[in-house]
């Protein structure tokens, strides 16, 4: 089988160079173009290149891709942006795997309500797929565009898709408590992101307004089949990478952590990223992988879920290519293991 | 007005350093034994403080302390240790303030079902006053015996007693998420205190299970004048020093922010330690201060408190040497500020 | 004796914050006016200081300051700008402290040469003393304009100063190799101090070219009373704060460590904020003070100093406390103990 | 071609971890058996490798695994311990890969004087290859027992030989000054790497008595023809892992900054895993890969060389991988891209 050709959208971020390197390890992708405008050479972005990939960048021309025979563009622009570049590759019959957040709410409304921008691309918001493979797996086989889910998101929704999809937790009032490295806050260099300012320290930000809550609350709706509402709260963490999320949920009868256990084993069988643990997990040990390291307990007649992830990687590029794994019909696994 | 003189029981740990370096800055205490059998001289066990203090570290001998005419002990003893060598010193008639959990909790049922210990000392535990100054204020003075506060505690008390003491939240159910830097967990090597374990990571550790819990249980139900049962799961962080709370609880009315954001500023008022902030507090910002920065929200129905602090200073020695100003008729900021 | 009257210039930078924390334990030092434009009050620039000093920024105005009874004006604003705002200063009468470079060298053409800017107050800088006081303290009391040492420099001369005052090492190839962490680059977002770039990576920068090249060699060569030329090579390492140097030197004649010993113990002995360590230091024993820790050994035939400092207390702030106690006559160590 | 069978002695460090996780991408090479007393499952001892290796530990039993069919073993043993447990293995006719520095020394006199222990295996030594590709590649062929170099060594040795093959620097009085990540001492945990000890903190360790010392004067002398002699100091960073090293050298003749660039540039042409910079390399974009990052300077007369590593990786089991690959015959970059 012949690679398929790819090209990067944006590759000056934190994701698009986790992104090269996972698929420069993949047997079945060939990067043929990245585009960029903040410099030469890909090397000279990201120094970590060297002597991995010689290629240039170059300036976004989806004629230019669709003749160099790019079968699937990675978005790796910020939202906003994306939904303005997106639409002419489609045009063009590209397919597209975006990890901005642009195509990941169903709801026009919602969107704008917490993302403060008009969207311009209803059309093709419609036939997105929320790429979140172990939920929405069966959609993805052949799709078109798929959005990438966000980082947050993913601990939240695999963590809690057991209890919610059989009924065990009241929908409402749902705690999500989540600890996210700086990767997350993207490259460009901000005070708050500012080594001597968030070294050492520990604080929240968004509170009750950060832009994944919708996100979270849409598929554990689907998911549920009813409603569901968080009470996400994120904080940043001295690390480059990781994101933990402490979870609290009120059963809705009395259960027992040995149950909720078996029910998470079984449901989580046939997902090979999602590791079920028996002690807290740690994000070092997801870190570089596209593990989501779940552990469920019972504290107090409380449902207690710790779920812990790469960010960069389960939580933005990794999950990118196992939805481009899927996509294209290869093991999802592929280049992931 | 002479100094104190103090001695420090338990040289060698960081909260005993931390007390040092306090109390060699209070212009009414004098430092005039430590005990420790790890080393001849406490610059040899803590080497920032060459230079500062010369001072030899001595066997533990009640006798010798009372001959020095020590006033007050600060115990840094690990708990079950300090219950042992506390009883011979108030028996000499010097005070104690005791930075181990040994006579924290009023009822040695509940140490003992926390702590798998038996409890030795029950008689001193009856005088014990848990010293919390800004609850527990008008015990201090003169107190023979002032068990200090958990780190942990003090953001949850604190940060909950104005809530609970105007009963505006539902006392069962509180859920508080800690976040806390890696000193908190003492000097003892351990292989998940050992730097590229613990660095770059988040986990969550002792959930369902951590001592705290009790204390501050016993202390928020003081506060209400009922019993408060809370969910407490701590969390290690990549970084020295601080703990960040994040509390969520279920308001027993409606409740406005502003409405909350007054009750708080009134509560703490006359509390200068507790700073009440707009904006989420970040840990690095009480660093090396006995502040705990506390800030309120109403996100979705819910309350939401976030506190935070300096573990080893307002966790431990900052509101030992708070407590010590109390006992013995200092202005509470001495030393302090 | 009346407290002095304060200012700072250029409120808004880690210098600064520094500075004012030392200031507000100074038993000596009022801080009367802070100078910003980037905020309103100190405390929103710096959260820290919320409930430790209630000041309001005010823009520049040496009328206004004058007409304040400021004796005495700390400058933490960058070279370039220093030059600009000193001079109407000193024509009022009051003295500065000033923490950036324009007043360090002596000789214009070599502040041109590597600060590639023109000087415009030869003036003032003939008259400019600079402020490290274990070289210089004699020319200290009462001076008018105080340039305050850089943070690379002071562990490189008073590493050396043993050594080129005693003719016991070549004074050319002297090689220092120091390791500083993040803050001393500033509070200006950038991306080598974007927390994920900097984070768990060490680099060297400016090799060759570092500005604090010919501040060294001036101050080493006045004390050898000879010309001194060295290769200095910067490093970042990933924490907030602290210097490290490691100096490479060869002898004139045979040594032994113990006559080095000897000789260093014997020129520190009347220098209070020198600590001489009989093992390697460590930058962490001297955080948060105005320590500067110096070690000397002998291996395989060349001399090596290791030296460490808080960057921004010794480095910075604190040495420009030890110099406002010189200049007024307060004991050098007031405030800083 | 079918898998090598690889076992791996000492399963419990990071070497061990790091290079398991390098094994299981290696199309070429199959992991049989991991040795270790310390837990019942690999994955208990590493629970990153959950999900990824389902192995039990085993003791270590010569018969057993060469009855498993074992070819080659790595060993990673500590020093002392290796030279009891190679001996059985290479009689019963395995290849072995030791990460320990048993075999590195072939000086069984310098081996007791820097360690500080009799040798007890001088029969194999005599036919160890010391295992730095780039410069004894044509011994690597079918050896029987590699000794892996060290982690310092590297960024030493292949930072310099360009310049000592070419006589262009003087042989005596080389400083290298050299910085790592905590993770280079282990997995013991030990006072010194306690997370809240080393964290924020850099010192210097082992001055002038540094085991690494000989190891990289015996590869330059082989370079040179001739004896080197070096300073070598190493240093602790606060980070999980990566080598910087800053080399001062004296050249014998006048030399150019070009003239050395293009000469590191002809050396290194035909090494895929040495990386020539034009600016300072950073430990981070070495991180996870097998490259070592190359820069030269000419400062003042001096040549400067800065190199950088992954001690884990290019420092240790990296390398050991490329001499796994040029042992069996495989493209050396196989499994390392």
């Known amino acids: 089988m012949d690679k398929v050709k790819v090209a990067i959208l944006g590759g000056s971020g934190y994701t698009a160079v986790e ?53 699937v563009v ?6 906003g942006t994306s939904m303005e570049s997106i639409p002419p590759l489609l045009e063009r019959g590209m397919r597209v795997i975006d990890l901005s957040a642009d195509y990941r709410l169903r709801d026009v409304k919602v969107y704008e309500q917490w993302y403060k921008e008009t969207h311009h691309d209803q059309k093709n918001l419609a ?15 052949g799709a078109k565009l798929v959005a990438n889910p966000g980082c947050y998101p993913q601990t939240a ?15 409402t009032g749902i705690v999500i408590d989540s600890k996210s490295g700086v990767s997350g806050g993207g490259r460009t260099p901000k005070l708050s992101f500012h080594f001597p300012e968030c070294n050492e320290s520990v604080t929240a930000y968004a509170v009750g307004t950060h832009r994944h809550t919708p996100e979270i609350e849409q ?12 009470i996400f709260t994120p904080h940043l963490m001295p690390m480059d990478r990781g994101i933990f999320s402490t979870i609290y949920a009120t059963p809705t009868r009395a259960v027992t952590e040995a149950e909720l256990v078996e029910l998470y084993r079984s449901y989580f069988a046939d997902k090979p ?8 997990p740690a994000t070092k040990d997801t870190t570089g992988t596209n593990f989501l390291d779940v552990c ?19 939580g933005a590029s990794g999950v990118a290519v196992q939805n481009f794994n899927r996509v294209f019909g290869f093991d999802e696994r592929t280049g992931l293991m």
């Not at 990675?74 to 939202?79: A, N, S, T």
């Not at 990223?273 to 807290?280: A, C």
């Not at 469920?296 to 990687?313: F, H, I, P, Q, W």
């Open 74 to 79: 990675f978005g790796c622009l910020p939202h």
């Open 127 to 141: 036939q997105a797929v929320y790429g979140l493979p172990e939920v929405y797996g069966d959609k993805l086989a």
């Open 219 to 230: 598929a554990l709706s689907d998911v549920a089949g009813a409603p569901v509402s968080v």
């Open 273 to 280: 990223f999602v590791r079920l643990r028996t002690n807290p």
């Open 19 to 71: 992104l090269i390197k996972l698929l420069l390890r993949h047997p079945g992708a060939e990067i043929v173009a990245i585009t960029s405008r903040q410099a030469e050479h890909i090397a000279d972005l990201h120094p970590s290149l060297l002597g991995r990939l010689d290629l240039r960048c170059e300036p976004f021309d989806p004629d230019a891709l669709k003749a160099k025979g790019v079968q």
């Open 157 to 171: 929704i695999l963590g809690l898709a057991p209890l919610v999809a059989n009924k065990l937790i009241e929908l």
């Open 296 to 314: 469920v307990k019972v504290v107090r007649g409380k449902v207690l879920v710790l779920a812990a992830e790469d960010n960069l990687v389960r």
